[in-house]
C-alpha cells in the first residue's frame, strides 16, 4: 500500500521561506516520477515542481510562477520528497499535495496515481 504523508506547512511570512516533505511508504520515490501540486479552494489543481527518477537522470521542472524561488529534491536514504520554498508571497498560499506515479513517461505532463493529504501554507503579506 502507497502512502504519501506530507509535513512542514504553516505560516510564513513574505519573503520568507518553508520546506515541505513528502514522507513515502510502499514505493521508492528514486524509482518514480515525483511531483508537487497545489490547489487553491475552487481552482484547479497546479503543478509545481517534478522530478525524473534517478535512472532517468533526475531532471526537475518547474512551473514559471515558482521557478528560481522553489527548489524539489529527494533523500534516497530516507525515502522522502521535498520542496523547499523561498522568497514566499501571498498567492503562495494553498494546500500543497505531494504525488508519486505509476510506470514511466514525462514526469512533468503525466497523469499522478498517488496522493497525499496535503499540507497547507499560508503567507501574510
Known amino acids: 500500500q502507497v502512502q504519501l504523508v506530507e509535513s512542514g506547512g504553516g505560516s510564513v511570512q513574505a519573503g520568507g521561506s518553508l520546506r515541505l516533505s513528502c514522507a513515502a511508504s510502499?514505493?521508492?520515490?528514486?524509482?518514480?516520477?515525483m511531483a508537487w501540486f497545489r490547489q487553491a479552494p475552487g481552482k484547479e489543481r497546479e503543478r509545481v515542481a517534478s522530478?525524473?527518477?534517478?535512472?532517468?537522470?533526475?531532471?526537475?521542472v518547474y512551473a514559471d510562477s515558482v521557478k528560481g524561488r522553489f527548489t524539489v529534491s529527494r533523500d534516497n536514504a530516507k525515502n522522502t520528497l521535498y520542496l523547499q520554498m523561498n522568497s514566499l508571497k501571498p498567492e503562495d498560499t494553498v494546500m500543497y499535495y505531494c504525488?508519486?506515479?505509476?510506470?514511466?513517461?514525462?514526469?512533468?505532463?503525466?497523469?499522478?496515481?498517488?496522493w497525499g493529504q496535503g499540507t497547507q501554507v499560508t503567507v501574510s503579506s
Open positions: 510502499g514505493i521508492t520515490v528514486s524509482t518514480r516520477c
Open positions: 504525488a508519486a506515479a505509476v510506470g514511466g513517461g514525462a514526469c512533468w505532463t503525466r497523469t499522478y496515481e498517488h
Open positions: 522530478i525524473y527518477p534517478v535512472y532517468a537522470g533526475g531532471t526537475t
